[in-house]
């Protein structure tokens, strides 16, 4: 059971070796949305697992699973298909991880998702 299960806000499950630098730019865009949001550190080792799980811990129904090179965006009532899968490499790929954060925020707002090009 997740200790953050019963507060609103996205659930991100972390595989382990993550880095808070690593993640700042997708924490970033979620405060923007102003959705609260809620790291733990998963046991998963399939990213698709943990973002899923982090949906069905999440009030919302709305999480993100994390390794070191990528991150899925899971609703809870889609499975483990994710709704977005951003690829990215240590020092690069900040603005892809910057809107997928928004783009889970917006998810549970209901409001239109950000696409490449598109300012965050």
Do not use: W
């Not at 659930?11 to 700042?24: D, V």
């Not at 991150?71 to 020092?91: A, D, N």
């Not at 910057?98 to 090009?117: D, E, Q, S, T, V």
Request: charged share 25%; proline share 5%.
């Amino acid at each position: 059971m997740d200790k953050h299960e019963d507060k609103i806000g996205i659930h991100l499950h972390c595989l382990s070796g993550i880095s808070p630098e690593l993640i700042r730019p997708l924490l970033c865009g979620i405060e923007e949305e102003g959705i609260p949001f809620f790291i733990t550190i998963s046991e998963q080792k399939d990213i698709c697992e943990a973002g899923l799980d982090a949906a069905r811990a999440s009030r919302l129904g709305v999480g993100l699973g994390i390794s070191t090179d990528r991150v899925t965006l899971h609703h809870e009532k889609v499975g483990l298909q994710p709704v977005f899968s951003e690829q990215f490499f240590r020092g690069a790929g900040s603005e892809a991880l910057r809107r997928i954060g928004a783009n889970g925020a917006r998810l549970i707002k209901g409001i239109p998702f950000l696409f490449p090009g598109e300012s965050v």
